[in-house]
């Protein structure tokens, strides 16, 4: 069960898939409201703001007065106040073009339902924890570091040279919270307890994992930016 009564909202064309998220997902704890369409869709985010939505990519697009998912994921990234999206989609080749549209997250139908809860709880959880921490220093929104990445905590989104770069809401929080104290080592259990929350169950090398994954991502050499300290645990270098 969740710790609070988020809400969703569900976005397909296909009543068998709404039916199925909205039983599962109010099951686990969530409000949960659908819609069928792109308008529908953002008539209920006019109506109320969801904490996070589901969003079929290819909706039925037969009446030309209708939207894609893609186009309805422009149109919530033009809103002011940022809403989390996952992806659902049958076509893993929409992955790239989705996540490019401002998706935070992206599941393949048919999907599997612990999968699916854990990218849920970890998207909140990573949102709330970004938020709460955004809050609390007067860094501003925006985090500068080195490499030329910037980090941008109001949307979500991180770039190098520019060129916006693909991270999963864990990945994104475990930088942030880096270059928020640049230079300030911190241990695995210390990065697990504070970016992946003390409800979090898991082991430390799941840390190194996700390091692996951003320096990855970010074309970054070893020991760039995001040091290894050696029997500790990591820092972000900040000169």
């Known amino acids: 069960m969740t710790e609070q009564k988020h809400h969703l909202l569900i976005v397909d064309d296909e009543e068998a898939i709404r039916s199925a ?7 686990m704890g969530y409000e949960v ?11 209920a985010v006019d109506e109320r703001e969801p904490d996070l939505v589901l969003l079929d990519v290819v909706l039925d697009e ?4 209708q939207m894609s998912g893609l ?9 002011q106040h940022f809403i989390p999206i996952i ?6 080749e929409w ?11 992206f599941v393949t139908k048919p999907w599997d339902n612990n999968a699916l809860a854990n990218q849920i709880r970890a998207t909140l959880g990573a949102i709330q924890h970004i938020r709460r921490e955004s809050t609390s220093t007067t860094s501003g929104k ?7 990445i910037q980090i941008d905590l109001e949307h979500f989104r991180v770039s190098r040279a520019g060129q916006q770069i693909d991270l999963t ?16 080592h911190w241990t695995r259990e210390e990065l697990l307890n504070h970016v992946w929350d003390y409800s979090w169950v898991g082991y430390e090398r799941t840390v190194d994992r996700h390091v692996a994954a951003l320096r990855r991502k970010l074309k970054l050499e070893r020991d760039e930016l995001i040091e290894t300290v050696h029997g500790v645990g990591y820092r972000l270098v900040q000169g």
């Open 62 to 65: 037969r009446d030309s007065s």
């Open 87 to 92: 992806m659902l989609t049958s076509y893993p």
């Open 169 to 184: 809401p864990i990945e994104f929080a475990l930088l942030a919270f880096l270059a928020r104290s640049p230079n300030r």
């Open 71 to 79: 186009e309805v994921c422009r149109r919530l990234r033009t809103r």
């Open 21 to 27: 998220l909205n039983t599962f997902l109010s099951r």
């Open 142 to 148: 925006i985090l500068q570091t080195g490499s030329a």
């Open 95 to 105: 992955q790239v073009e989705s996540l490019g549209q401002g998706a935070i997250a």
């Open 33 to 43: 409201r659908t819609a069928a369409t792109g308008l529908e869709a953002l008539t």
